[in-house]
């Protein structure tokens, strides 16, 4: 007998992965009956690590990452004193991803880089193109001229010159982003003011910082740009995401590179992809404060998170507004919403779960509660079961 | 490049030399051409300038420090102790300022005078002044972490002590008062500005740090029975009992009184035995649980039109004021006055003596509170060589992590005081060193690391390291196991949902919470979460065809449904009260919650 045949008398009792595993491992030539023994202490081990039927890995999930949390700092961390990045992490981040949030505090990518630019070639010129540029920091000196009501701006030419823009460029992308102002060009000075005149200093001072933050070149929302040697090659760590524009940058390893948008990575990469973006973030969180849960709890949520093909965080909003109990939403947020709701649509509620065995105080239908006895009951034989039961309660 | 300035946070306008500006600005406020109540702020990272002028920010006194040099004399000093100058003439030639938190961050501040450099702007009045009123308390603070000075002052704030010098004229609730208070033999100025002997809250005691049969892990502390005889931690605990004869619409109005024994709610005869002829309890009687204190009737509650006409309705209900479970005590004054409205109100003091027990916590100076683990008979304590035995034995496992090293060096100093008849000044950054500490032990003709032979007390062996043993100065916290001991199998439950009631004064159940009841998920043990969870469970009969609740007669022993008639199929279902309560409710509002019933098997 070969291995291969073995191995088919136990598919029914391991799962394909394993068998593949051990179709790779198991030594070519090895005799039948060890064969049998080493598959045989397989089986065992894989029985061992099964989940017990009717055991509450929902609750127990929710305890092995609620109980460490509680351990957990609130504190922001820093990147290694290299730089001034601020990234959220502990218990912040945490709630940020299993709610569901859309807008992080601190949006974060790793960019990875292909062959040559990886050894460090033009890394400064690559992570200025990726950077995000603003009307001010090409600009020497901003100016509240008080006696013409505007704004006057002189550029910085050398910067202009390291970065390759123009003057005209710059106009064009200030009367692009802010509407209601003339723009006039003066030497070096761009003098902005507003169409509808005014004389209230205020109005000035806004305009001023609004045109602060205009956008003039390299890939939006990235606000910060870092490149930072790994394990021997450039990454280039950038706070502001946009996952998208920065994979179609030729030289950009796509493959590698991530952000910390579980919401972003849902949109360009998939499910799948944001399901997995969860559990890693997730898990890096909880190594970093030095919290030991086993991933498997993690990917429990995270999968909770996605069955639906898009992810939900866990409020009332997300994956609790699918619960098929009305008792079992009631109880986590909102009951009023949730009762009228149920009364209006005359939801019916089968108390399949835990928390609605709890609140009518019936047996939950976990652990030593989810068994029944399974009797046939025949009218008549057994018979007067039910008028026994009856007279008992009386 | 210039910069914007913002006064009291709105923009006003920009200058061109943000660092000449805000220096013209100091100058001027100090020459009280400016209000003295203005600070201002320059942002150097964000290039702005913020002045502020608005109330609402915390600020600290400085010295003005110019060319290296403090603007505060010699002269000045002898003019202030002569009278000739004052704290407002010193701030108003602009030689001591206020500083706020933003103004500060551009400040180069000194700790003392020798270490003035010409970058200095300001110099500490004196170090103290970086510590609260509380905090100075603490000796030697300067050698311990801050975190633990800012515990260490929020226990002497609980401290039992002289609260008040006229507490017995006074009617307070809920407090205490040291028996024999103590001025602590290591002291700080503070002690001596605040004069902190006329009302201390402690007690100078001797304190081994070992441990002993375990008992005091954790924190906890071990004291000598000896030492409770002789007064020590002892205190009196004194509480109101109040009553008022309050006027109801219609010229009712309740009655201090003895209660007759037809009104509605009558104790027994035994509980009003310590009334008086008023009504109200004599002072010097020993009252225990369930006295009445003050005897009062009430009208009753509800008058509808027919009670006019009924005989039951002239019967009062009793409202009287008695001890609660668990209370104790001895009457201390009768006060009986009236209110604003006009009303006879009746306060009750009582005064309960309370020594030290199992579970009382205590607490140094430094953070270190614990909680008394046992008390030994002094025949049973370890003894030094020279037949000292301590009042108490602190573990030295609470030293090494949080790093109290102020703990060790007050015993240290705490010794020396007590062996030389003297006080020792423990105030922050001034004080006499630990070497000196060291010498004049020595010289007292002890170790002088404070370490002493020690023998056991049980057995009278040699302990094979050597103890260390010095004086301390001890304070005993309001929080005492005599006010918060509370345990219940079965009691009183609430009228609405038919669960415990809650909390120690209503002799309430401990809750199951919701994290509780998840551990019980978690196990899978499901049929003990029912168990634990049917305290309020009811049996109720149920139409099968409208779901709703419905009658079963006991008399008859029939039952019927209120909808569907006599005919209609009623099972009994057994589900907890506060789900019966909930379907009222979803009633009420106009939800029809329909039960649908199946066999469970």
């Known amino acids: 007998m070969t291995v291969e045949q073995i191995l088919k008398e136990y598919s029914k009792l391991l799962p394909k992965r394993i068998i593949e595993d051990l179709k790779e491992n198991l030594p ?53 004193g290299v730089s001034e990045m601020n990234v959220t992490t502990g218990l912040p981040r945490i709630i940020e991803i299993f709610d569901g949030r859309k807008d992080l505090a601190t949006p974060m990518m790793n960019i990875y880089l292909k062959k040559p630019y990886k050894e460090g070639k033009d890394i400064e010129k690559i992570a200025r193109k990726l950077k995000e540029t603003l009307l001010e920091e090409l600009a020497k000196e901003f100016y509240i001229n008080i006696a013409d009501m505007s ?97 179609e940058l030729d030289f950009v390893d796509a493959s590698r590179t991530t952000s910390n948008d579980i919401f972003e990575i849902e949109k360009v990469l998939g499910i799948e992809a944001a399901r997995e973006a969860i559990v890693q973030e997730v898990y890096k969180v909880m190594q970093e404060q030095g919290l030991n849960v086993n991933i498997r709890h993690i990917m429990l949520v995270a999968d909770a998170m996605c069955v639906l093909g898009k992810v939900e965080g866990i409020t009332r909003y997300g994956i609790i507004k699918e619960k098929a109990s009305v008792l079992a939403r009631a109880s986590f947020e909102t009951p009023m919403k949730q009762i009228m709701q149920a009364s209006l649509m005359g939801e019916v509620d089968r108390l399949k779960s835990v928390v609605e065995n709890v609140m009518v105080n019936q047996p939950v239908p976990v652990g030593t509660g989810l068994p029944g006895l399974a009797v046939k009951v025949i009218k008549g034989k057994i018979g007067g079961y039910e008028e026994n039961k009856k007279e008992k309660k009386k | 490049m210039s910069a914007d300035v913002f006064l009291n946070g709105k923009f006003i306008g920009q200058v061109d030399n943000p660092k000449e500006f805000i220096e013209k600005i100091k100058e001027e406020r100090r020459k009280a051409e ?92 004196d170090p103290i002044t970086m510590l609260s009123l509380v905090t100075a308390l603490v000796p030697y603070a300067n050698h311990t972490q801050s975190a633990r000075l800012n515990i260490g002052s929020k226990n002497q704030k609980q401290a039992l002590g002289l609260y008040i010098a006229n507490y017995p004229l006074r009617i307070d609730m809920d407090v205490n008062v040291l028996h024999y208070p103590q001025k602590p033999i290591v002291k700080t100025i503070a002690h001596d500005l605040i004069n902190y002997d006329k009302h201390p809250s402690g007690q100078n005691v001797v304190v081994a740090v070992m441990s002993y049969k375990g008992y005091n892990m954790e924190d906890a502390i071990i004291i000598n029975r000896r030492s409770l005889d002789f007064g020590f931690g002892r205190s009196t605990y004194f509480r109101p009992a109040v009553s008022e004869e309050l006027r109801y619409p219609g010229g009712l109005r309740d009655e201090i009184c003895v209660p007759d024994k037809d009104v509605r709610g009558y104790r027994s005869e035994h509980d009003y035995r310590y009334l008086e002829n008023d009504g109200i309890i004599f002072p010097g009687a020993n009252v225990s649980e369930g006295d009445v204190v003050i005897g009062k009737t009430s009208p009753p509650r509800f008058l509808n039109g027919l009670d006019k006409f009924s005989l039951t309705s002239g019967v009062k209900r009793e409202s009287s004021v008695a001890l609660k479970h668990g209370e104790k005590g001895i009457v201390d004054a009768v006060v009986i006055t009236e209110t604003q409205e006009g009303n006879k109100l009746v306060q009750v003091k009582i005064r309960d003596t309370r020594v030290p027990e199992l579970g009382d916590k205590f607490t140094s100076r430094h953070g270190q509170k614990g909680v008394v683990g046992l008390i030994v008979d002094p025949a049973d304590m370890p003894f030094t060589a020279s037949g000292i035995i301590p009042d108490l034995i602190f573990s030295p496992h609470s030293i090494p992590s949080r790093m109290t090293v102020a703990h060790l060096i007050e015993l240290l100093g705490g010794k020396v005081g007590a062996l030389a008849g003297r006080y020792v000044d423990g105030t922050a950054f001034s004080v006499e060193t630990e070497e000196d500490l060291r010498k004049e032990l020595l010289s007292l003709g002890f170790r002088d690391n404070g370490t002493e032979t020690m023998y056991n007390g049980e057995t009278g062996e040699m302990y094979k390291v050597k103890i260390f043993v010095g004086n301390m100065y001890y304070l005993r916290l309001k929080h005492m196991v005599a006010n918060k001991i509370h345990a219940r199998a079965r009691g009183p439950i609430q009228l609405l949902t038919r669960q415990p009631t809650e909390g120690r004064a209503n ?56 909808v569907c008639g006599d005919k209609a199929k009623i099972n009994f279902i057994e589900v907890s009260y506060a789900f019966k309560l909930l379907m009222d409710e979803l009633k009420s509002m106009g939800v029809y919650p329909k039960l649908i019933l199946k066999t469970k098997y």
Not at chain 2, 525 to 545: H, M, W, Y
């Open chain 1, 28 to 80: 070519k030539k090895i005799s039948d009956k060890k064969a049998k023994e080493i598959i045989e202490e397989v089986v065992a081990e894989y029985k061992e690590m099964q989940i017990t039927p009717a055991e509450g890995i929902g609750i127990i999930t929710a305890e092995s990452i609620g109980e460490p949390g509680t351990q957990m700092t609130l504190n922001t961390f820093h990147f290694a």
């Open chain 2, 34 to 125: 400016l209000p003295s109540e203005l600070n201002v702020f320059y942002d150097e990272r964000i290039n702005e300038i913020h002045m502020e002028s608005s109330r609402g920010r915390l600020r600290r006194p400085l010295i003005v420090v110019k060319d290296g040099k403090p603007l505060l004399t010699q002269k000045h000093i002898e003019m202030i102790e002569n009278n000739e100058l004052t704290w407002s003439d010193l701030i108003k030639q602009g030689i001591i300022e206020y500083l706020d938190a933003a103004e500060e961050e551009n400040a180069l501040i000194a700790f003392s005078k020798e270490e003035l450099t010409p970058e200095h702007t300001h110099l500490e009045i």
């Open chain 2, 507 to 562: 002799e309430g159940g401990l809750r199951l919470g919701e994290m509780e009841k998840d551990t019980f998920v978690a196990h899978g043990t499901s049929l003990l979460l029912q168990e634990r969870f049917n305290a309020d469970s009811v049996v109720l009969p149920i139409c099968e065809n409208c779901g709703m609740l419905a009658i079963y007669d006991h008399y008859k022993n029939k039952t019927f449904c209120p």
């Open chain 1, 151 to 247: 704004v006057e701006i002189q550029l910085d030419q050398k910067v202009l010159e390291d970065i390759g823009i123009s003057n005209s460029k710059v106009i064009s992308a200030i009367k692009k982003s802010v509407k209601g102002i003339k723009v006039k060009e003066n030497n070096d000075l761009i003098i902005i003011s507003k169409k509808q005149e005014t004389d209230n200093l205020n109005e000035i001072y806004a305009l001023k910082e609004k045109l602060k933050k205009v956008f003039v070149a390299g890939v939006k929302r990235i606000k910060y740009v870092l490149p930072v040697k790994k394990d021997g090659e450039y990454v280039i760590l950038t706070s502001g995401t946009n996952l998208k524009d920065v994979l």
